[in-house]
């Protein structure tokens, strides 16, 4: 996978996708599985970080992998129906 990705999308190796995180004008909530093979677990504290100065919310799923939807779909539900997903 991880050669396929370089070939086709070469940048996306250096995108730093949290330091753009700060500009975004709109709440994001990210749900993290904690399995997740694809998300280093220190993306997940550095979103835990910003989450303490912007509008971006992280919930840990646990018993989840990279598709959290299929994986925990009562978790996705209950943050959608909820307050949190949109504070």
Do not use: C
């Not at 999308?9 to 995180?21: A, C, D, H, M, R």
């Not at 220190?42 to 970080?49: A, M, P, V, W």
Request: no cysteine; hydrophobic share 45%.
């Amino acid at each position: 996978m991880n050669a396929t990705q370089n070939r086709l999308l070469p940048k996306l190796g250096s995108l730093n996708v949290t330091g753009e995180l700060l500009r975004l004008r709109v709440p994001v909530h990210f749900i993290i599985g904690d399995r997740d093979p694809l998300v280093p677990a220190s993306i997940g504290q550095q979103l835990g970080e910003l989450s303490k100065i912007s509008r971006i919310a992280v919930t840990f799923a646990p018993f989840a992998g990279h598709m959290v939807h299929f994986d925990r779909p009562e978790i996705v539900r209950s943050i959608l129906m909820s307050d949190k997903a949109f504070n």
